[in-house]
């Protein structure tokens, strides 16, 4: 196989280093055609990331990166893209839309869940009420991306007594 020739290493963009990294790993080297084949991916789209500084759609990162077992994170940080978001839980979801809300309405939303949660769980034999926030949304808030929620969560329970 034939070595790929480009201009220096210096003034290759970041993607066309990781691409060529790759190739070069192998003994003996991949060519392009190589890749293309490997990965389904245009010869000639390979070539503009190589030559051009070209860089590829999201679609085409994730195709590498399975097809080449790349890292997946490397690969869009190289071609400029931010890595997608994973989809989140329900709880994480529903955590996110209270970390949004003003103060007055995240408490009628926590006075609403606690009686929720009362009605399921009845409150400690010696008829102690349940201190808001109950456990099922004291879970949620350890799972919580947002660090504010739950401080402001405490904080309206304690004014809510």
């Known amino acids: 196989m034939s070595r ?3 201009r220096p290493w210096e003034e290759l963009g970041p993607f066309a280093r990781l691409v060529l990294d790759y190739l070069y ?25 190589l030559h ?15 097809r080449t077992g790349l890292d997946r994170a490397a690969l869009y940080a190289a071609a400029g893209h931010r890595l997608p978001r994973p989809p989140l839980s329900a709880t994480e979801e529903a955590v996110e839309v209270l970390a949004r ?5 995240l408490l ?22 349940v201190d808001p926030p109950p456990r099922a949304l004291r879970h949620a808030l350890q799972v919580a991306p947002s660090a504010e929620l739950p401080v402001r969560v405490a904080r309206l329970s304690a004014a809510a007594r």
Do not use: M
């Open 25 to 49: 790993s192998f003994r003996p080297t991949k060519s392009v055609s190589d890749l293309a084949r490997e990965t389904g991916i245009a010869k000639q789209t390979i070539w503009d990331w």
């Open 52 to 66: 051009y500084d070209r860089v590829p759609r999201r679609q085409t990162v994730d195709l590498l990166a399975k």
């Open 108 to 129: 009628r939303v926590l006075a609403h869940l606690h009686r929720l949660v009362e009605a399921v769980e009845p409150p400690a034999a010696d008829d102690e009420p």
């Open 4 to 6: 790929v020739v480009l």
């Open 101 to 105: 809300l003003p103060e007055e309405e």
